[in-house]
Nanobody, 126 residues
Framework: QAQLVESGGGLVQAGGSLRLSCGAS????????MGWFRQSPGKEREFVAV????????YYADSVKGRFTIARDNAKNTVYLQMNSLKPEDTAVYYC???????????????????WGQGTQVTVSS
């Protein structure tokens, strides 16, 4: 079982950058595909990015492609989300998630993920 804790959120002006981190407890971090999702008030939680167990494969939502980068350090049990060229519409609570180990493909649905962090607020001002 994985326990996840996000950090790095905050308030930034449009065009700025933030780097989110997600630390995981447990000894099998390397066995999980890891994803980032976000949720704005009144909206459903939406997929942002996912990275494979080894870090060799990534996939992004069209809305963040070219601006966000997901990475992981298995030695540190940590996954990152580097967010550049931020826009006001990126404002949301960002969640990291560990995929159900039985799901081998990179998942983009919340149902593909078994463990979730508590979230970190990102606010982008115009």
């Amino acid at each position: 079982q994985a326990q996840l804790v996000e950090s790095g959120g905050g308030l930034v002006q449009a065009g700025g950058s933030l780097r989110l981190s997600c630390g995981a407890s447990g000894r099998r971090f390397y066995s999980y595909n890891m994803g980032w999702f976000r949720q704005s008030p009144g909206k459903e939680r939406e997929f942002v990015a996912v990275i494979s167990r080894s870090g060799g494969d990534t996939y992004y939502a069209d809305s963040v492609k070219g601006r966000f980068t997901i990475a992981r350090d298995n030695a540190k049990n940590t996954v990152y989300l580097q967010m550049n060229s931020l826009k006001p519409e990126d404002t949301a609570v960002y969640y990291c998630a560990a995929a159900d180990p039985a799901r081998l493909r990179l998942g983009v649905r919340t149902i593909d993920y078994a463990y979730w962090g508590q979230g970190t607020q990102v606010t982008v001002s115009s």
